[in-house]
């Protein structure tokens, strides 16, 4: 079953406005990633966030980690059209397991 | 880098019929994980290995499902028989270490449709 949920499940803004993506989760986690996924090709890797850190930038993008909500939220600043895609958070599966369990995802799309 | 390598990218095949889906990691990594996804369940993982061990295979739906890593740079997931409920994206991974704090590296995945 799905550990991580995030909302909303779609989202379309216009370009150049930012786009905030939320992530909740079941149990304790030792970190979170956030991935991305284009229209028919595999993931790619955005951001970890570790259980001690409260936020963490790379470029246009902003991730917070709230661990007494278990939830974290992916901002992406000042978007463009090559944003469109989708975004899932992942965690470890647990039980020492280094396989990463994924939400279902929020599909993205930025209107030019 | 090359990236990680799946073969084929598409599949069509017929229900009882095995299929076998093929993966080449990065080089020099020494986990690989194989994930499914499908639009009701989402991105699953099946199986992973390490140093060409397998870990954790409690994804793995059934036993009409195997994998194997027979060396460093080669993986293989089977299905025999095949069903039409096993159609999906079948992605591979790979990543450097045993932590679940390094990123992993997703290949193109392989699109099966089981008629």
């Known amino acids: 079953s799905q550990q991580g949920e995030e909302d909303p499940q779609a989202l379309s803004i216009q370009e150049g406005e930012n786009a905030t993506m939320n992530c909740s989760y079941k149990t304790s986690i030792n970190n979170l990633q956030w991935y991305r996924q284009n229209s028919g090709r595999g993931l790619v890797h955005l951001i970890l966030i570790r259980s001690n850190e409260r936020e963490k930038h790379s470029g246009r993008l902003r991730v917070t980690l709230d661990t007494s909500k278990k939830s974290s939220s992916l901002l992406i600043t000042a978007s463009r059209a090559a944003d469109t895609a989708s975004y899932f958070c992942?965690?470890?599966?647990?039980?020492?397991?280094?396989?990463?369990?994924f939400g279902k995802g929020t599909h993205l799309i930025i209107q030019p | 880098d090359a990236g990680v390598i799946q073969s084929p990218r598409h599949e069509v095949t017929e229900m009882g019929q095995e299929v076998t889906l093929r993966c080449k990691p990065i080089s020099g990594h020494n986990s690989l994980f194989w994930y499914r996804q499908t639009m009701m369940r989402g991105l699953e993982l099946l199986i992973y290995?390490?140093?060409?061990?397998?870990?954790?295979d409690s994804g793995m739906p059934e036993d009409r499902f195997s994998a194997k890593m027979p060396n460093a740079s080669f993986s293989t997931l089977k299905i025999q028989p095949s069903e039409p409920r096993d159609s999906a994206v079948y992605f591979c991974?790979?990543?450097?270490?045993?932590?679940?704090?390094?990123?992993?590296?997703f290949g193109p995945g392989t699109r099966l449709t089981v008629l």
């Open positions: 991974a790979s990543s450097l270490g045993t932590s679940g704090s390094v990123e992993q590296f």
């Open positions: 290995f390490n140093n060409n061990v397998p870990i954790d």
């Open positions: 992942a965690r470890i599966s647990g039980g020492g397991a280094d396989g990463l369990t």
